[in-house]
T-cell receptor, first 114, second 116 residues
């Protein structure tokens, strides 16, 4: 069974600073994908970034980037130049190739201090 | 930009009553999903639906739950006899064909279900 661990229930960062949210997962599969979703107070789930496990290059999406360590089963999210609008719950979620369900971690609540 | 829509945004019901939560997935998507999030907890997978049948379901998705695509646009989740512990945010999601590639799941804004 898949498990996803987000060890930081809460994080805070000063506006314009950089913050890294950690995620580790456990799977015996070799072909999978990893996603970070953001859930602002509106509770809408918004995709932030995705990473294919077969790709060695870390995904980047504007101010968001990941540090994917496949052997360590680690998938951290780095937010650069933090903005007030980044304040939200962030969920890490793997998805196995051929399966359909996302498995979410417990989430990290990110606060941005002005 | 196309989006997943859900109605109602908030549903209040009495324990034991039936509720139907409605979703309109993105029009060219073929896979549909329901997830739920109990307040303060993580998001949990309930069921996936493809080609007019359930393709995968979790242990949460017992006989009290059912899904249906009654027409070409709507996707519904029915809870036959609600319990207090069914109170949660229910998210609908959809994605393109996933047989040969993994596609992003687009989430709707959710329906907050409160069971009294």
């Amino acid at each position: 069974a898949q498990t996803v661990t987000q060890s930081q229930p809460e994080m805070s960062v000063q506006e314009a600073e950089t913050v890294t949210l950690s995620c580790t997962y456990d799977t015996s599969e070799s072909d999978y994908y990893l996603f970070w979703y953001k859930q602002p107070p509106s509770r809408q789930m918004i995709l932030v970034i995705r990473q294919e496990a077969y790709k060695q290059q870390n995904a980047t999406e504007n101010r968001f980037s990941v540090n994917f360590q496949k052997a360590a089963k680690s998938f951290s999210l780095k937010i650069s130049d933090s903005q007030l609008g980044d304040a939200a719950m962030y969920f890490c979620a793997p998805l196995i190739q051929g399966a359909q369900k996302l498995v979410f971690g417990q989430g990290t609540r990110l606060t941005i201090n002005p | 930009e196309p989006e997943v829509t859900q109605t109602p945004s908030h549903q209040v019901t009495q324990m034991g009553q039936e509720v139907i939560l409605r979703c309109v997935p993105i029009s060219n998507h073929l896979y549909f999903y329901w997830y739920r999030q109990i307040l303060g907890q993580k998001v949990e997978f309930l069921v996936s639906f493809y080609n007019n049948e359930i393709s995968e379901k979790s242990e949460i998705f017992d006989d009290q739950f059912s899904v249906e695509r009654p027409d070409g646009s709507n996707f519904t989740l029915k809870i036959r006899s609600t319990k207090l512990e069914d109170s949660a945010m229910y998210f609908c999601a959809s994605s393109e064909e996933t047989s040969y590639a993994v596609h992003e799941q687009f989430f709707g804004p959710g329906t907050r279900l409160t069971v009294l």
